[in-house]
């Protein structure tokens, strides 16, 4: 299919052919093993370190590339190829929502301490912002952190946290002062073996089985004040200026996986026809076909239309939600439609599309759902 649109150059189309071959080679043959495992290698984390994967909009002093974040974004849309939701998730969560707050708020010293390994993959992050009983309204929040001194004293739990099973640091959202609403809210970098810091369990899900998502629990942990990311008080900021391109990592991989969709029951149907399927039955298919490329290209339009944006300065918080909300319903569309017209076959665990369509339920629930994009997109409107 054809990329571009005035927004890739020939050289983010090289490092997608680049990506591919990558994903084509060693994501894709392991998957199925991976997605039954539910657990894909640490050491891809290193290799995505060696090819530069990692730190493409982060500056050379850190490890990164400063290639910038349309890279970033051909790199989000290919890893929605690789056969399963969990492991572009697991490696998508270390270069986007993880090392994110870092590259925007973090000191120097915190730079070379989480950012620099991170971005070589020798040191894996996660964000933990869901709680039991707090999600997309953050300012809701209940874990606290107490200043003892020099250090924090953190209290609470956090759910949902992808990568949290085996990070070796966390940039975790705390309350610092509980009484001041989304004023109170700070950023604070947790790291593998405080005491007082535990994985409660691994969570078995639908989808994204291949990437572990954790339950996290604080009792009493302390954390030193040196590891406050920028100000107390400025967590809401912090997280709401993440949000943005989390939000559209996540529309840019429903993109991957429609695109593999369609390419994959393109070749099933013409199969099925060539082999006995009647005129009639082929007339209703590609008509089917021709509805889904049509909702396939109106996600792809209006995400590389808040990725312009975005990569043009614009705080676009209308387009990027708009975008997230339209590419992740319009994939769990795509991939229901898609099973459909696999037929039984599409049901058997060797097929990539059953593993598209469980991973494809996550997107409109995952960093905002749906409905609290529509808020947004309503708030923006004035409304």
């Given at each position: 299919m054809l990329h571009g649109y005035g927004l890739y150059e020939e050289e983010h189309?090289?490092?997608?052919?680049?990506?591919?071959?990558?994903?084509?080679k060693?994501?894709?043959?392991?998957?199925?093993?991976?997605?039954?495992?539910?657990?894909?290698?640490?050491?891809?984390?290193?290799?995505?370190?060696?090819?530069?994967?990692?730190?493409?909009?982060?500056?050379?002093?850190?490890?990164?590339?400063?290639?910038?974040e349309l890279y970033e974004a051909v790199l989000l849309e290919e890893l929605g190829r690789c056969g399963s939701?969990?492991?572009?998730?697991?490696?998508?969560?270390?270069?986007?929502?993880?090392?994110?707050?870092?590259?925007?708020?973090?000191?120097?010293?915190?730079?070379?301490?989480?950012?620099?390994?991170?971005?070589?993959g020798e040191k894996i992050g996660a964000l933990a912002i869901t709680e039991p009983d707090a999600g997309s309204d953050v300012a809701g929040l209940r874990t606290t952190a107490v200043r003892d001194g020099d250090h924090y004293v953190v209290?609470?739990?956090?759910?949902?946290?992808?990568?949290g099973v085996r990070?070796?640091?966390l940039v975790c959202a705390v309350k610092t002062d509980p009484k001041a609403g989304h004023k109170g809210?700070?950023?604070?970098?947790?790291?593998?073996?405080?005491?007082?810091?535990?994985?409660?369990?691994?969570?078995?899900?639908?989808?994204?089985?291949?990437?572990?998502?954790?339950?996290?629990?604080?009792?009493?942990?302390?954390?030193?004040?040196?590891?406050?990311?920028?100000?107390?008080?400025?967590?809401?900021?912090?997280?709401?200026?993440?949000?943005?391109?989390?939000?559209?990592s996540l529309a840019l991989g429903a993109l991957g996986s429609m695109e593999d969709m369609l390419e994959k029951v393109m070749a099933h149907v013409k199969d099925r026809h060539a082999f006995g399927q009647s005129l009639n039955q082929f007339?209703?298919?590609?008509?089917?076909?021709?509805?889904?490329?049509?909702?396939?290209?109106?996600?792809r339009q209006l995400t590389y239309h808040a990725l312009r944006l975005h990569v043009g300065g614009q705080f676009a918080v209308a387009q990027t939600s708009m975008a997230k909300k339209v590419a992740t319903e319009?994939?769990?569309?795509?991939?229901?439609?898609?099973?459909?017209?696999?037929?039984?076959?599409?049901?058997?665990?060797e097929y990539d599309i059953q593993r598209h369509w469980r991973d494809a339920r996550l997107g409109p629930i995952g960093g905002g759902t749906s409905e609290v994009m529509n808020e947004i997109i309503a708030k923006q409107l004035g409304l």
């Open positions: 189309e090289a490092f997608r052919r680049t990506v591919r071959a990558v994903v084509n060693e994501l894709l043959p392991f998957a199925k093993e991976w997605e039954e495992r539910e657990e894909f290698p640490r050491e891809l984390y290193p290799r995505f370190g060696e090819l530069g994967f990692l730190g493409l909009k982060y500056p050379e002093a850190y490890g990164g590339s400063a290639a910038g939701g969990g492991v572009s998730a697991g490696l998508a969560a270390q270069f986007t929502i993880a090392t994110g707050p870092l590259h925007l708020f973090g000191t120097d010293e915190q730079k070379q301490r989480f950012l620099a390994p991170a971005i070589r209290n609470g739990s956090k759910i949902y946290i992808t990568n990070a070796d640091f809210l700070s950023m604070l970098i947790l790291e593998k073996g405080m005491p007082g810091f535990s994985v409660g369990r691994k969570l078995k899900k639908l989808g994204w089985r291949a990437s572990d998502t954790a339950e996290l629990f604080f009792e009493d942990c302390r954390v030193p004040a040196e590891n406050l990311l920028g100000q107390e008080g400025q967590g809401f900021y912090q997280i709401m200026g993440n949000f943005q391109w989390e939000r559209l007339q209703v298919v590609r008509h089917k076909l021709a509805d889904l490329f049509t909702e396939f290209e109106c996600a319009t994939a769990c569309r795509v991939a229901d439609a898609c099973l459909q017209l696999y037929g039984g076959a599409g049901y058997m665990m």
